[in-house]
């Protein structure tokens, strides 16, 4: 049973989670009065357009009414130091707003980049923690300091709908250059449950200096050489990410990262991975993108069915 969705430790059967999510794909409305009576509260503190719609759709699939609240444009700035003399800019605890969230949500779902400036303010994921102490009502992650989990989800699902499992898959998550340093999350999560997952063989190829937590990476193959990488891989999932160890830095690279075909013929006739948004032809080429190698708007649309088995898991858990 599943309280919170905080990351893949909060799942105890990926597979059955995948499985769930293709039962929604194919019946969005088999379960479609769950929820009735429930809202549920999307706080976010970032921009997002797949996210935001995504657990929209996915919570009127179930009956559950969603609340959207850009609390980083429109809400007070929050405090989240305990102890805190507050005489500076922040105006509300999160001690003070978090049971009020939890009073007027069945469920909450929080969007919260990283500082990228300071490590362990990230790695303690403070605002998440809190919530889940002060709310009193279950929490999805819907992007932290450091985890996605509900895009890695659809990109299992994803995954699983182009692979049979006659043998593992080979599957390259590969760093892509990009004009501004972006959080970690995307690839620490899709690394961590890749792990868990234990259904592929996993390659992550990066340039020097950007190595990824170590925590999230763990079982997997690390290369710095992109083309070795690349050879006989299966599926290519191309994210950008900053520097864990100088934290936030864009150390300077050798070499061109952005996907390119030339670079997939050395491949399985792979198929190419995103979770988008992307900038064209800085990390991804306009005729991968556009061609039929991408399952780039699949995996984005495969967020609504990976989100419904979420909130489907998490009202099962509320209602028993
Ligand atoms: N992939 C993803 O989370 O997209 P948004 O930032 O637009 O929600």
Not at 122 to 135: I, P, S, T
Not at 205 to 220: K, N
Not at 287 to 296: K, P, Q
Request: aromatic residues 8%; contains cysteine; negative net charge.
């Amino acid at each position: 049973m599943m309280k919170h969705f905080l990351s893949v430790s909060d799942v105890p059967d990926i597979s059955k989670l995948i499985a769930k999510a293709k039962a929604f794909k194919g019946s969005p409305s088999k379960d479609s009065i769950l929820g009735a009576g429930t809202r549920i509260g999307l706080i976010f503190l970032n921009p997002s357009l797949r996210t935001r719609i995504s657990t929209q759709l996915a919570a009127r699939n179930l009956g559950i009414e969603p609340i959207v609240f850009d609390i980083g444009q429109n809400g007070w700035q929050l405090e989240l130091e305990d102890g805190a003399v507050m005489n500076g800019s922040s105006v509300e605890h999160i001690r003070d707003a978090a049971p009020v969230l939890g009073s007027y949500f069945d469920i909450i779902g929080i969007r919260s980049f990283p500082t990228l400036s300071n490590r362990d303010a990230d790695n303690e994921e403070r605002l998440l923690h809190q919530l889940v102490k002060y709310a009193d009502v279950p929490i999805v992650n819907l992007e932290s300091a450091t985890l996605h989990p509900l895009q890695s989800l659809a990109d299992l699902l994803s995954i699983s709908e182009h692979w049979n499992f006659e043998r593992k898959p080979k599957i390259v998550l590969t760093w892509a250059p990009h004009i501004k340093p972006l959080p970690q999350c995307v690839a620490n999560s899709f690394s961590q449950w890749v792990n868990a997952w234990n259904k592929a063989e996993f390659v992550i190829a990066h340039p020097p200096g950007y190595a990824l937590d170590r925590r999230f990476t763990e079982g997997a193959t690390i290369v710095e050489v992109q083309e070795e990488a690349l050879r006989d891989a299966d599926f290519v999932y191309v994210k950008n990410w900053s520097a864990y160890e100088d934290y936030g830095a864009m150390p300077t690279v050798n070499g061109d990262w952005c996907l390119t075909p030339d670079k997939l013929l050395q491949t399985r006739n792979a198929r190419v991975m995103h979770c988008l948004p992307v900038r064209r032809n800085v990390e991804l080429s306009d005729a991968i993108l556009d061609g039929s190698s991408s399952l780039i708007t699949e995996q984005a649309a495969n967020r609504v069915w990976a989100t419904q088995a979420v909130l489907h898991e998490i009202l099962q858990n509320l209602t028993d």
